[in-house]
């Protein structure tokens, strides 16, 4: 069972429907119990970083998530601001994140005659950056979508499983032990955030 967290910001039931065409069985909740006895996690997320680091603690859920990512060692996918959410701090806001991967997210800059715009919005593709469960047999040109004005900035390049370049390149998907996070919408990927999704179920 993978416990859906709900604190008021995420594509629940995209998430959940996606979840339920591979044959998961997923519960959006965010009921401290039914969160301890699920196999494993989903923080998605939209917004911005103090709202969601305000709408986990008001729930008590920053607490618990910690708790079990790091010493119940459970898997946890953090989905765009959830993902964000997973590091120590963001440029957007002035609140502390969970610190569960080091990171601090900046926000993309970009000269002023630059064509691209802010948020990265839309597909684009993306390379792995090492082997692991989340990205099995992903192979050939995967493309995600995206929606986001800031990003991961890891201490170490041993933390970035996926970068994507949008004028330059930025880590696109994070990872620590049981710790995992996509910048990317993989709810909103079809095929390809379907086959990620799976993997997360399936072999992480």
């Known amino acids: 069972m993978i416990a859906i967290i709900n604190y008021g910001l995420g594509n629940l039931a995209s998430i959940a429907n996606m979840l339920k065409v591979i044959g998961v069985k997923n519960i959006i909740t965010s009921d401290v119990k039914q969160i301890e006895s699920a196999d494993k996690l989903i923080l998605p997320g939209v917004g911005s970083f103090d709202a969601g680091i305000e709408n986990l603690n008001r729930s008590s859920l920053a607490d618990v998530i910690k708790e079990q990512a790091r010493n119940k060692k459970k898997p946890i996918l953090g ?15 002035k609140s502390e994140g969970l610190s569960l991967i080091p990171f601090n997210n900046v926000r993309f800059q970009f000269d002023n005659d630059s064509e ?88 992480c």
């Not at 989905?79 to 806001?93: H, P």
């Not at 049981?178 to 095929?191: A, C, L, R, T």
């Open 116 to 203: 691209l715009k802010i948020p990265h919005m839309g597909w684009d593709v993306v390379d792995f950056k090492m082997n692991h469960p989340l990205a099995d047999g992903l192979k050939g040109q995967q493309r995600y979508y995206f929606v986001h004005s800031y990003y991961a900035v890891c201490d170490s390049q041993e933390n970035i499983l996926i970068t994507c370049d949008y004028g330059y390149e930025f880590a696109a998907a994070v990872v620590k032990d049981n710790i995992m996070g996509v910048q990317f919408h993989p709810e909103k990927s079809h095929d390809f955030g379907m086959a990620l999704l799976e993997n997360f179920a399936k072999k």
């Open 79 to 93: 989905i765009c601001l959830g993902m964000q959410l997973l590091g120590r701090k963001s440029e957007e806001g």
